[in-house]
C-alpha cells in the first residue's frame, strides 16, 4: 500500500543534535567549517539521507508532515530553516503536545484519513500513540533512510 502524507519526528528521526534534543541545545546557531555548531560547540547534523527521503517525497508529489514535541519550537524552527529543508513541508506542528493532537491537526489540515498515513519517530511511546489513530507508525533507531521510506511509496 502506498501512503499520502509522510510525517517526521525532528530530533533523533531526522537530525542528531550532539546527541541530544534542540530543547536542550545553546542557540545561536551558526555554520562553522560545514558543521552546524550551537553556542557550546554541539555539532547538530542531518541524517546522511534526510534531503534524498524529502526530495524523493516531493518527487512523488506526497505531502510531507512534521510532529515534533519540543519545547522550544522556535529553535527546532531555526534549524529546518538552517539546514535549508523547512521548504519541504506542507504542514508543521512543533510544539509540546501529545503526537495525537499533532496528528488530529495534521489530519484536518491535509484532509487526508490516518489510513494513508506513515509516521517515522524515535520513541516508541509515540508510534503506540499514533498507531492508535490508524497510523502506520515506523520506529526509527538511528534517523530515517531512503530504504525505510521507500517500502511506503
Not at 30 to 42: C, E, H, I, Q, T
Not at 106 to 134: H, K
Request: charged share 30%; with cysteine; glycine share 4%.
Amino acid at each position: 500500500m502506498s501512503f499520502d502524507v509522510f510525517v517526521f519526528d525532528l530530533d533523533f528521526t531526522l537530525w542528531d543534535a550532539g546527541g541530544t534534543w534542540c530543547d536542550a541545545t545553546n542557540p545561536p546557531y551558526v555554520w562553522r567549517n560545514n558543521k552546524l555548531l550551537d553556542r557550546s560547540g554541539r555539532w547538530i547534523s542531518l541524517y546522511p539521507d534526510v534531503i534524498a527521503v524529502l526530495e524523493e517525497l516531493k518527487n512523488q508529489n506526497k505531502f510531507i508532515a512534521a510532529a515534533s514535541r519540543t519545547y522550544e519550537p522556535e529553535w527546532a524552527q531555526d534549524l529546518l530553516n538552517l539546514f535549508d529543508i523547512d521548504k519541504y513541508f506542507d504542514t508543521k506542528e512543533i510544539y509540546p503536545a501529545s503526537k495525537i493532537s499533532h496528528f488530529k491537526k495534521i489530519r484536518r489540515f491535509l484532509d487526508v484519513p490516518y489510513q494513508r498515513m506513515v509516521f517515522f519517530d524515535d520513541e516508541y511511546r509515540n508510534i503506540e500513540d499514533v498507531s492508535g489513530l490508524g497510523v502506520e507508525a515506523i520506529f526509527v533507531r538511528n534517523g530515517i533512510d531512503l530504504k525505510m521510506v521507500d517500502k511506503f511509496l
